[in-house]
């Protein structure tokens, strides 16, 4: 039987920000490393207001970008182009990875690039700047987003994603952590509180995620905060039409407490300072200040703004709403600072994005943040230039081998013999046999009773190598046990790569000659007759599985407790 095993050199993972675009993209190998020793090499940006054909385009594009890549180190790839240009001041998207770490299978991004997202990263959306409130005090303020630890690349399969197709991407279950936009004060802004809100906050404009809002209503019991998104003020007074967003806007009735508004025809209730009404197409409608004069001749005014949604932020951990509807996956925050001269202090605004359900981010599975849809995500195919292939045969009448692809080359490894009616032992027969072990410490092997192989692999999480070797040659000389460790190479040629190592009473006990990171040492040798070594490895090592030179893991046969496959389950005997 044959097992296809593609390589993958690069996967290509953005980020889109609406209105303020941020890309993430990340190059990767599967599954140890994506792309070794190399970086994140493209990145799509659609820039703000994309239809669907524009990120059609850009996931094309993307695809053929990658395709470019060669495989191994990777370098970062910038286009010109306005709306692709991912680096310099207006830079409006970021790589969640670093030049020296690349995103891995299995890696939580916010380890590999770090937890924080900032003005640094993300200079147009996340930028610092200054809020001035309602006595024109200015204060300073930073934006940021901190990564949740469910952002982790996977391999996956599940039903609810194109029924158990295997396939790679970020698998996250319901109520977990996508990340958490913070608007931070470093100046604390301070308002009186008048018949319970914060009046020198309402009316002003406040950023948020690269946009900025009306604020209509601030409580100060609850810290509830009611905003408007993409509003546009207008004057009116008493006798005249005025045009806001299109729409003509004139005074029904205004008093010294409420105003009632005639929009395009239709009437909204009669509203005080602060209050907001619906109209009939999806619109609001808030009420900023009443100026209204009671004098006979003189003219009422009235100053408001309409939107296009109503945004409410609750001050505990709960649902925000927009446009009346709860967004389950969006819960919001609201902190307060010092107070100061008998004013109230805000501190910092908080949106915790949460997975509300199974949500998968894949190649063809965006991310979209609820409510806002200021963020997406979206990871195009990967790319395979080359593939590798793994193959399972038989090798005779009685055994099974694999043919892969390890450190030095293409070989045939025998990995199970047989009778007639079972599986005896791991190798090709009673008198070649594999030698594995669980016991990650060390290893016994026995070439006395016939010709012995055994594996010797390196991990260290990331990268990984592997050797098959045996000890040949076995010899004593003024009381010193003597071996020669050989390495099967391409081809299944047997290479000396350290020759006449001795036993713990010499004084060189340890193989290290072309085995790269690994390292192997000689505790015992038994002498010319038992033929038996004793050997640990070193921090990293296992003696019972193989990774491909593409990265392919292969566990080999044990028999549950750290030898081969045997009758009496002995180390390598």
């Known amino acids: 039987m044959k097992f296809n095993f593609k390589k993958v050199s690069s996967v290509i993972a953005s980020v889109a920000m609406i209105g303020s675009t941020l890309g993430i993209a990340a190059a990767a190998s599967y599954p140890i490393p994506f792309v070794s020793g190399g970086v994140s090499d493209v990145a799509i940006v659609i820039g703000s207001g994309a239809q669907p054909s524009d990120i059609l385009a850009a996931t094309d594009l993307g695809s053929k970008l990658g395709a470019a890549q060669t495989t191994g180190a990777a370098t ?37 690039f770090g937890s924080t997202v900032s003005d640094d990263d993300l200079p147009d959306l996340l930028a610092s700047g200054s809020y001035t409130n309602d006595e024109n005090t200015p204060y300073d303020y930073e934006q940021k987003l901190t990564l949740g630890a469910a952002l982790q690349v996977n391999h996956f399969a599940h039903n609810d994603y194109k029924s158990k197709e295997p396939s790679v991407g970020i698998n996250m279950s319901s109520s977990q952590h996508v990340l958490t936009y913070t608007l931070d004060f470093n100046e604390e802004p301070l308002s009186e509180v008048v018949s319970g809100d914060l009046v020198d906050i309402e ?35 008493e006798g005249e039409t005025v045009t806001v967003m299109g729409k003509e806007v004139s005074i029904v ?28 197409d999806g619109t609001y409608v ?53 107070s100061s001269g008998g004013k109230t202090a805000i501190n910092k605004i908080e949106l915790n994005w949460t997975t509300d359900d199974r949500t998968f981010l894949a190649p063809d599975s965006e991310l979209l943040m609820p409510g806002f849809e200021a963020l997406k995500f979206t990871m195009p195919g990967f790319i395979t230039p080359q593939e590798e292939i793994l193959t399972v045969k038989d090798a005779g009448s009685d055994s099974v081998a694999i043919k892969l692809t390890i450190e030095d080359g293409e070989i045939n490894l025998p ?19 594999l030698v594995t072990s669980k016991d990650i410490t060390g290893i016994l092997y026995n070439d006395s009773l016939g010709d012995r192989y055994m594996a010797l692999t390196w991990n260290d999480s990331r990268d990984a190598e592997s050797y098959i070797i045996k000890f040949t040659s076995f010899s004593r000389t003024n009381g010193i046990n003597y071996t020669t460790v050989q390495k099967l190479t391409d081809g299944n040629v047997w290479k000396t790569i350290c020759a006449d190592k001795s036993d713990s009473g010499g004084s060189t006990s340890d193989c290290t000659s072309g085995l790269g990171s690994a390292t192997l ?53």
Do not use: W
């Open 76 to 112: 970062a790839t910038t286009t010109t182009a306005a709306n692709l240009d991912c680096s310099g001041e207006n830079s409006k998207c970021v790589l969640l990875a670093k030049r020296s770490d690349a995103l891995n299978l299995n890696d939580v991004i916010s380890t590999v």
């Open 286 to 338: 808030g009420i900023k200040d009443i100026l209204h004069n009671s004098k006979t001749g003189t003219t009422s005014s009235v100053e408001f703004s309409i939107g296009t949604g109503k945004l409410e932020l609750k001050g505990t951990l709960a649902n925000i709403k927009l446009n009346d509807d709860s967004i389950n996956e969006i819960q919001s925050v609201i902190t307060r600072g010092t």
């Open 521 to 573: 040492s000689i505790n015992s040798i038994s002498g010319q007759t038992d033929k038996t070594v004793n050997v640990t490895g070193g921090s990293g090592t296992t003696f019972h599985m193989l990774y491909t030179k593409g990265g392919l893991g292969v566990y080999l046969p044990t028999n549950g407790t750290g030898g081969f496959i045997s009758g009496s389950g002995s180390y390598g005997r």
């Open 203 to 237: 009316t002003t404009t406040l950023p948020l995620l690269g946009k900025n809002y009306f604020v209509l209503n601030f409580d100060n019991s609850t810290l509830d905060l009611t905003l408007l998104d993409s509003a546009e003020d207008g004057f009116v007074a």
């Open 415 to 433: 990995i199970l013999y047989k009778n007639d009616t079972m599986f005896l032992g791991s190798g090709d027969s009673d008198d070649e046999r």
């Open 253 to 280: 009735h205004i008093d010294s407490s409420e105003v009632k508004l005639d929009i395009d025809g239709e009437s909204t209730s009669s509203l005080v300072e602060s209050g907001t009404y619906k109209l009939s």
